[in-house]
């Protein structure tokens, strides 16, 4: 009897040990953070015109984990393949927005980007944490590995290399969630990458680390702003959250406003990578009855129900938008995908093989989301 009195009192002085930075009042006109951008702004479709090269093209990539691998394969085999865009914009969301600064590079980081998705074990990502460890910090997960891995691979020489597309008239845009607001923040990576602020590089790799960052199974990370001169700090999270596909119709603004220039493709397409599989698989994967386990399938089943209302919704845009819509998914005849919790090199390379082979030899593209029949796409006036 003493111990199951025990138990629930010493997780409740646990959680009462967490802490956080001082956040802002809670009625406090709080300003946009230092990199982030709000839609209303107009310069967001007067942008510098894009240089000759630029394609009238979006890559909006989403999805998490170890099947990021997908995305990644696709976009070398693509570059193989010699009919790779040089996309005017590039999102993403969850642990596609790393997906997202490579492509964004182009072609010369394809060794990288296959590099960061091949080479790479679970314990180089995260290490799992203890109960008492898991009440403290709210998650189940430290990522202290991928910490250490940004730092790493995210320096001046490829902010750098962010800074010259961004200069060239391109954008670059990543989505993490703002708990505090319960707002989706939209941050314009070649702003911050063109900075001359010393904290430039520490912006980057903080808001990437948050946009990989799900509640309960990673920490929260946060990010300062200013309000009044002082400074405070805000939780973010996973953008997948509130935006599991990015996308913003400023966006298609910025291309369908761009018009055929040399070099540039016509007519203006979006291009849409889920690492992930989108329909019911032929079989069943039992879930362990553990707080683990639990989480991340919760995790999981509501991902995927609200990606899927964010793929329609993307695909209306472009269709109100005359703008093309593609869009590639791990095929359901792929058997058996890596989970995507799971980073293990051989299987990862297997996923990624098999999307550079589809993209450099074939065609991955539908032309709808799976969740409209063939007789339900839209039909355009």
Not at 24 to 48: C, H, K, M, N, R
Not at 94 to 123: C, M, N, Q, W
Not at 186 to 204: H, L, N, Q, Y
Not at 250 to 270: E, H, I, K, N
Request: charged residues 20%; proline residues 9%.
């Amino acid at each position: 009897m003493f111990h199951r009195q025990l138990v629930p009192l010493l997780a409740s002085m646990l959680v009462s040990c967490a802490s956080r930075p001082k956040p802002p009042p809670q009625d406090a006109i709080v300003p946009p953070p230092w990199g982030s951008i709000e839609w209303q702004d107009t310069g967001i479709t007067t942008a510098t015109a894009p240089a000759p090269g630029i394609d009238r093209a979006v890559l909006a990539l989403a999805g998490a984990g170890s099947r990021c691998a997908y995305g990644a394969g696709l976009l070398c085999g693509w570059s193989e393949a010699g009919t790779r865009p040089r996309f005017r914009v590039v999102t993403g969301v969850s642990l596609s927005a790393v997906t997202a600064v490579y492509a964004f590079i182009g072609p010369e980081a394809d060794d990288e980007l296959r590099e960061f998705f091949t080479s790479h074990k679970t314990r180089d990502f995260y290490r799992r944490q203890g109960l008492i460890s898991a009440l403290v910090t709210g998650s189940l997960n430290a990522q202290g590995p991928l910490i250490d891995l940004l730092e790493s691979l995210i320096d001046d020489d490829l902010l750098g290399a962010v800074a010259r597309e961004h200069a060239a008239g391109r954008r670059l845009f990543v989505a993490t969630t703002n708990l505090d607001a319960d707002t989706l923040t939209v941050w314009d990576m070649g702003v911050i990458a063109s900075s001359p602020r010393e904290d430039r590089i520490e912006r980057f790799r903080n808001i990437l680390l948050a946009s990989t960052s799900s509640p309960a199974i990673f920490p929260p990370v946060y990010l300062d702003v200013e309000v009044d001169d002082e400074q405070f700090w805000q939780m973010h999270v996973d953008g997948s959250m509130k935006a599991p596909v990015f996308l913003h119709a400023r966006m298609l603004d910025l291309v369908a406003a761009t018009g055929p220039g040399p070099g540039r493709s016509a007519p203006p397409q979006l291009f849409v990578i889920v690492s992930d599989t989108l329909q019911d698989l032929p079989y069943t994967r039992p879930v362990r009855p553990t707080l683990r386990s639990l989480i991340t399938a919760h995790h999981s089943v509501v991902h995927a129900t609200s990606r899927e209302g964010a793929l329609y919704r993307t695909y209306v845009i472009a269709q109100e938008a005359n703008i093309d819509f593609k869009l590639a998914v791990i095929p359901n005849g792929y058997e058996d995908p890596p989970l995507p919790e799971i980073f293990n090199p051989a299987r990862v390379k297997e996923l990624f093989d098999f999307a550079y082979d589809r993209a450099a030899t074939g065609d991955p593209w539908l032309t709808h989301p799976p969740s409209l029949g063939p007789a339900e796409p839209l039909e355009r006036e």
